[in-house]
Antibody
């Protein structure tokens, strides 16, 4: 059974750095075609993709946030850590981590966020 | 970045109704589209991947179709537990982009 859980501060001040940890079980980030992504959702708004890290340590970031985001993984602890610098009240959101897996057919290979953590609400306020 | 335009943004329907939600991509994304259901206060859940493949464990009343730029999620007979917000997500190009969501409410 695959599970993921986000952890970190619930409240950060403007200009501070946010560090969120995704702790997962049921899969390994050393396995081919596996990744972990981060997605956020401001209250009452739509989902927004932030970042993605793969088993081979390839990393991808949303261009609008790339300068503020860093992803690292610790495969021995089954964790992925997202840091976001210079937090602003507009970054108030529920932050989700999700397991990304490639599914194959005879004609295509497509990735999906198959399993998600419950989410962590982060409020940015002084 | 590829823009995903989802419509309608909300709809009201009765239990038992057939419901259709559409997503249009700003460029060809082949079949690299997923549909997610999000109930209030919960994480999204994958329903459909590769535009038309039903994720394991998802009821067969959910179906997806389309390729290229136009995609559809259909719920053949709306059930009480289907009242939620639905999102499409394209994975063809990074940055990954979600549609704006469709909130399905009880009529």
């Amino acid at each position: 059974q695959i599970t993921l859980k986000e952890s970190g501060p619930t409240l950060v001040k403007p200009t501070q750095t946010l560090t969120l940890t995704c702790t997962f079980s049921g899969f390994s980030l050393t396995s081919s075609a596996v990744g972990v992504g981060w997605i956020r959702q401001p209250p009452g708004k739509a989902l927004e993709w932030l970042a993605l890290i793969y088993w081979n340590d390839d990393k991808y970031y949303s261009p609008s946030l790339e300068s503020r985001l860093t992803l690292t993984k610790d495969t021995s602890r089954n964790q992925v850590v997202l840091t976001m610098t210079n937090m602003d009240p507009e970054d108030t959101a529920t932050y989700y981590c999700a397991h990304r897996l490639t599914q194959f057919s005879t004609t295509w290979a497509i990735e999906n966020f198959q399993h998600w953590g419950p989410g962590a609400l982060v409020t940015v306020s002084s | 970045a590829i823009q995903m335009t989802q419509s309608p943004s909300s709809l009201s329907a009765f239990v038992g109704d057939r419901v259709t939600i559409t997503c249009r991509a700003s460029q060809d994304i082949r079949n690299d589209l997923g549909w997610y259901q999000q109930r209030p206060g919960k994480a999204p859940k994958l329903l459909i991947y590769a535009a038309s493949s039903l994720q394991s464990g998802v009821p067969s009343r959910f179906s997806g179709s389309g390729s290229g730029t136009d995609f559809t999620l259909t719920i053949s007979s709306l059930q009480p537990e289907d009242f939620a917000t639905y999102y499409c997500l394209q994975g063809y190009n990074r940055p990954l982009t979600f549609g704006g969501g469709t909130k399905v409410e009880i009529k």
